[in-house]
């Protein structure tokens, strides 16, 4: 099978082209499911799927879409800056297209943006703690902690119950400290401004003073 699909970017007069063997196309009519490929040369996410017929290739355009994972009804995508979780809407599905109403089972809407910086994220995962990512960049795993910590305090400072800024300078805690045996696990983190946490590290036993 050859088919032809035009990009989401016409006006670059692109084409994309889509050769499938007769045991793939076998196996994706009976898989129940689609297939979720990203390119970053070409910036796409394509979703590769079965309307009862014939293969179909929904294309969704990314700055550089790399890392894609998915878990239950969530789907996070790493792109160049952001890593972008999704997560799927099926009863908004059914009426996505007005004129063709079941066309679609899923729509995945955005739901939340971590700001990464080009960190080249080639791939992530689901954690019990949240997402973990590829960094490429810095040839090291990451969790992404701060947005993480961010979500479970409602963007306010546990230590003077502010919300927290844009320009605001904020700073990882660990509530109980690492000098009294405490652990750099999620239950036993917390996000401060820079002053909030100076003032508590001076208060919690883990700045020790010399008189
Ligand atoms: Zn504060």
């Known amino acids: 099978m050859l088919a032809t699909f035009p990009t989401t970017a016409p006006e670059e ?3 994309i082209q889509c050769d499938a063997d007769r045991g793939f196309i076998s196996w994706l009519s009976q898989a129940g499911g689609s297939v ?9 996410l394509a979703l590769v799927g079965w309307n009862g017929q014939q293969i179909t290739m929904l294309l969704r355009q990314f700055s ?5 994972a998915v878990n239950g009804s969530r789907l996070a995508l790493a792109t160049h800056h952001e890593v972008c979780l999704l997560a799927n809407a099926p009863a908004l599905a059914y009426e996505f297209l007005e004129d063709q109403p079941g066309r679609y089972d899923a729509l995945y809407l955005p739901r939340m943006t971590y700001f990464t910086g080009d960190l080249n994220i080639h791939d992530l995962e689901f954690g019990r703690e949240g997402l973990w990512v590829v960094n490429t960049r810095f040839s090291c795993l990451s969790a992404l902690r701060v ?4 979500k479970k305090q409602k963007g306010k400072c546990t230590h003077c119950g502010m919300y927290f800024r844009e320009e605001d300078v904020l700073e990882i805690d660990h509530i109980t400290p690492k000098s009294m045996e405490g652990k750099d696990e999620y239950k036993n983190l917390q996000i401060l401004h820079r002053h909030c946490h100076d003032e508590k590290t001076t208060e919690d036993g883990s700045v020790v003073k010399y008189t």
């Open 13 to 15: 007069n692109n084409l």
């Open 36 to 44: 979720a490929i990203t390119t970053y040369q070409a910036g796409k």
């Open 64 to 68: 550089k879409p790399m890392g894609l």
């Open 147 to 150: 947005a993480t910590l961010l």
